[in-house]
């Protein structure tokens, strides 16, 4: 069983930064390839970006690619969100996850276990 737990989600506005977190403790974090997901109100859960277990191989939506970076830090078992020129169109619950499947997938049901999401709200 591996535990996610998220952080690093608010409110800002159109056009500014966040840096969202997910902390994996446990010594088997580098074994997982790992993945970003949010889900706006009344919508599918979508996928964002996943990374590979080394880090070495990243991949994004068409809808973020440019704007984010996924990175991952396997010293301290955190893998990493940068957004930025956030959008209102980005406001939802985000969600990392880690993953069996190599490489990574861009679809819910290639992920193993799941954290609890945090929320990012995104103002025009």
């Known amino acids: 069983q591996v535990q996610l737990v998220e952080s690093g989600g608010g409110l800002v506005q159109a056009g500014n930064s966040l840096r969202l977190s997910c902390a994996a403790p446990?010594?088997?974090?580098?074994?997982?390839?790992m993945g970003w997901f949010r889900q706006a109100p009344g919508e599918e859960r979508e996928f964002v970006a996943a990374?590979?277990?080394?880090?070495?191989?990243?991949y994004y939506a068409d809808s973020v690619k440019g704007r984010f970076t996924i990175s991952r830090d396997n010293a301290k078992n955190t893998v990493y969100l940068q957004m930025n020129n956030l959008k209102p169109e980005d406001t939802a619950v985000y969600s990392c996850?880690?993953?069996?499947?190599?490489?990574?997938?861009?679809?819910?049901?290639?992920?193993?276990?799941w954290g609890q999401g945090t929320q990012v709200t995104v103002s025009s």
């Open positions: 996850a880690a993953s069996h499947s190599v490489p990574p997938r861009s679809t819910p049901d290639g992920y193993n276990y």
């Open positions: 446990g010594r088997t974090f580098s074994q997982y390839p």
């Open positions: 990374i590979s277990r080394s880090g070495g191989s990243t």
